[in-house]
Structure formats: structure tokens, C-alpha cells
């Protein structure tokens, strides 16, 4: 039996930040065509935008440590793993109406062919309005939550069984196909210091701290931060190279729509088997397909300017579309694989007794094991592509550089660029090889 103190029940806090939130997307609704700027308004006000968002990211990354310690415990600890169905599922739903339904009623020449009957200059939905709605939702929803849920503020007491227990030391990683040790995931380096701390920010610091010292946690974190070197070109990439060669971004959003149904359905076949002692051997299944999709994908890429080219005025086939859907489906059955089975381990082996801040970190650690090769590889994108500045008239190299694909020097001579060889290839190259490198060392 584990005694957790300073497990806080109080929904105060939470409506709080909810609360804010709505607020903050009101007032943004008011003013964020002033501030984006115009020929109007001027230019952009970055300092108000930043100062905006940011408190928006933050109040929200703190809902999310909320959130991760309540999955640990409203679950019983041998159906755990669920908790990565409920956020998977929800991400995916989130994401379908912040980005592909916006996009696809912001969009004048969508609404213009599917959804009016006479055309307008803009979409049905603009920013402005999308802010408003949703702020009202956040307010309307935390006072039903504040009206109709009540907690009891008491001390939670997380029972374990000696089964229980003994899922959740180093062995069963080995076998969930990650090499991190035979050491148990002990929580002694910080579990004794806090029980008779009082909860709040520095106490949280320090069991942030104990569990960084922990060894299986350090090489966990080694092994987490080099595991998507090989998919970051693939995934952030490829998007931007087919939005470059010509297909509309409108359309590229609106080619998830299908897909939709299949990312809701898939966390809940996956989580059958992520819900045992070993999640990280549907990781390691689903690893190499996700690799081995970066050739596929540059064919793609590949394909797609090679049509463009030939189009001249980017329009593309059906069966073009028909043959992006059916690989973004494919893609998504290995990503959502990775994703919930990498869900489930952080569940399990996550400890109630200090509730979303393990939780959060090793999150926190995964997202960043996505982001900094994507960053990486966006930015040396454009240094290993080299292009031309053609005229538009004759056809004949200009003298104007072209560092990127909408050089105002090469548009203020006249001309364009046309790419003669693209750093996106090269970029792949290198990154699936590192990818076959990490799956060597760890996936042995």
C-alpha cells in the first residue's frame, strides 16, 4: 500500500486556468486581426501575440500535469495503459477541429465549392470568430464542470499488489524491446524526502530532480532523445515539400479528413495490446515500417514535382490525391502504434504517490525527442538545396541568388527559382541511416 500525500482534489485551481484561458481567446477574437496586422493595421504586434499565446501554453501545459496525475490515479494500475487511449483519442479530435476543420472553413475556395451556394471573398469561418467560439466553449464547459462534479478533498491511497509490483521493474523493459537495464524503477531517491513535505512548486522540483537521478530513468531519457533521428524529416518535412511543388495546403488539410475515422479507431485495437506488463514491443514493431516510410515518402515528394512541373499551373489528378491518402493512412497505423504503446509505458511506469509531475516529464522528454530533429532539419533544409534564378520571359539564369524558394532578389530581377537539387532528399538520406543506427544500438 502506497500513502500519497498533497494529492489535491480541489477543482478550483483547474476551473481557474480554464477560466483564463476562455477569457484570454475572447479578447484575443477582439484584437487578433489588429495585431497579425495588415495593410490596415500595419504590421504585425509581436510583443501582445507572444505575451498571448504564451499564457495560454502556459495555463494549458499546467492543465495537461493536471490531467496526466488524474489518468494514474482514476485508473485502476492493471488498466493503466488505457490512459493512452483517452489521449491519443482526444489529441487526434483536438487537432481535426483546431487545424483540418478550420482550415478547410477559414478557406474561401473550399466554402466557395463544397459548402455555398454563391461565392464570398472569405471563408465561413475566420479567426476571429474560431477564437470566440472556442473561449465560450472553455467557459461554458468549466462551469458545467464546476456545477455538476464535485471531488472529495481527501488523501488518495493507491493500493499494489505484489504482481503489480513486479511488472513494473527492469526486466520487463528488456523485454518490451528497449535495452535500459536490470535495475528496478525504484522511487526511494525521492518518495522518502517528500511524504511529510508539504505539496508545492519547490517540492515538486525536488521529486523532479530524484527521479532525473534515477539510472533506468537517465538512459531511458539517452535512449528517448535520439529514437525519431530517423523519422524527423519524414514527418515534419514532407508537408512543406508537397505544399512547395504545388499542391494547395487547403486540399493537404483536407486529405487528413478521411483519415480521421482511422486515428479514433486505431488507439482503442492498440491499446488491447499496450494495456499488459509490455507496451514497447508494439513500439518496436512499428518502428522499423515508420522508418522504412521515409522511401516512400521521397518518392512521393519525388512524384509530386515531377507532376507539378508537367501541370505548370499545379493541378493535380485524382489519383494523385486517392495515392496520399492511402500512404498518410498507412503512416498513421505505425505513428499511432508508436505513439500510444510509448503513452502506456509512461503510465505504468509512472508512480501516483507524485501523480502528473513523472508523468508530465517523461512527456515532456518525448516531445522533445520529436521536436529538436524536426528543428534540425527544417532549418539546414534550405542550406543543402541549391537552386537557380530563372527568367520568367525568356527562360535564361539570372544573376540574382535564390537561398530560398521565394527569393525577393530573384523576384525583383524578374525571375524564379528552380530547384536542381534538393536538400530534402539529402536530408532523408542521412536520417533514416541514423535511424537504422539507433535500432542497432537500442532495439537489440
Known amino acids: 500500500m502506497v500513502y500519497c500525500t498533497g494529492t489535491s482534489h480541489d477543482l478550483r485551481r483547474p476551473m481557474r486556468r480554464l ?33 498571448a499565446f504564451f499564457i495560454v501554453n502556459v495555463l494549458a501545459a499546467t492543465q495537461d500535469i493536471a490531467v496526466d496525475g488524474w489518468a494514474l490515479t482514476m485508473l485502476d ?25 478550420f482550415l478547410a472553413l477559414e478557406s474561401a475556395d473550399f466554402c466557395n465549392s463544397y459548402l455555398r451556394v454563391e461565392p464570398a471573398p472569405t471563408g465561413i469561418v475566420t479567426l476571429d470568430t474560431f477564437l470566440l467560439f ?40 528488456a523485454r518490451g524491446g528497449v535495452n535500459v537495464g536490470e535495475q528496478e524503477w525504484s522511487t526511494e531517491p525521492y518518495a522518502q524526502a517528500d511524504e511529510s513535505e508539504a505539496p508545492g512548486i519547490l517540492s515538486s522540483y525536488r521529486q523532479l530532480i ?3 537521478r534515477l539510472t533506468n530513468i537517465q538512459t531511458y531519457i539517452l535512449c528517448t532523445m535520439f529514437c525519431k533521428l530517423g523519422m524527423a524529416v519524414a514527418d515534419s518535412l514532407t508537408g512543406l515539400k508537397l505544399i512547395e511543388y504545388g499542391v494547395p495546403k487547403e486540399k493537404l488539410a483536407m486529405l487528413g479528413v478521411p483519415v480521421v475515422p482511422l486515428q479514433v479507431i486505431l488507439p482503442v485495437i492498440i491499446s488491447r ?20 516510410f521515409g522511401f516512400v515518402f521521397a518518392a512521393l515528394v519525388w512524384w509530386t514535382r515531377s507532376l507539378g512541373m508537367a501541370d505548370g499551373a499545379g493541378h493535380f489528378p485524382g489519383y494523385y ?5 492511402l500512404l498518410y493512412a498507412l503512416h498513421q497505423v505505425a505513428t499511432c502504434s508508436m505513439f500510444v504503446a510509448v503513452m502506456a509505458w509512461h503510465s505504468r511506469i509512472s508512480d501516483p504517490r507524485v501523480g502528473g509531475t513523472y508523468m508530465t516529464l517523461l512527456n515532456t522528454i518525448s516531445n522533445l ?34 537561398p530560398s524558394a521565394n527569393s525577393e532578389a530573384c523576384k525583383t530581377a524578374g525571375g ?29
Open 19 to 51: 477560466y483564463t484561458i476562455g477569457l484570454v481567446m475572447i479578447w484575443l477574437s477582439f484584437s487578433v486581426t489588429s495585431l497579425l496586422g495588415d495593410e490596415e493595421n500595419g504590421a504585425p504586434r509581436l510583443a501582445p501575440l507572444t505575451a
Open 77 to 101: 494500475r492493471r488498466n493503466v495503459g488505457y490512459a493512452s487511449t483517452c489521449n491519443s483519442v482526444g489529441q487526434t479530435a483536438g487537432y481535426f477541429l483546431g487545424n483540418v476543420v
Open 134 to 173: 472556442w473561449g465560450l466553449v472553455f467557459l461554458v464547459t468549466t462551469t458545467l464542470v464546476g456545477v455538476f462534479k464535485s471531488e472529495k478533498n481527501e488523501n488518495l491511497v493507491v493500493r499494489h499488489s505484489s504482481s503489480d509490483s513486479e511488472e513494473l521493474v527492469g526486466p520487463v523493459v
Open 210 to 212: 530524484g527521479i532525473l
Open 273 to 292: 495490446y499496450t494495456a499488459g506488463p509490455f507496451p514497447l514491443t508494439v513500439f518496436m514493431y512499428a518502428y522499423v515500417p515508420r522508418l522504412l
Open 321 to 325: 490525391y486517392a495515392v496520399v491518402v
Open 369 to 402: 525527442a520529436v521536436n529538436w530533429p524536426s528543428m534540425i532539419a527544417m532549418w539546414f533544409v534550405d542550406m543543402l538545396t541549391t537552386r537557380e534564378c530563372h527568367s520568367k520571359a525568356t527562360g535564361g539564369v539570372l544573376d540574382a541568388t535564390c
Open 416 to 444: 524564379s527559382c528552380v530547384v536542381l537539387s534538393d536538400g530534402y532528399f539529402y536530408e532523408m538520406a542521412i536520417s533514416m541511416g541514423l535511424g537504422f543506427l539507433w535500432l542497432f544500438y537500442f532495439g537489440r
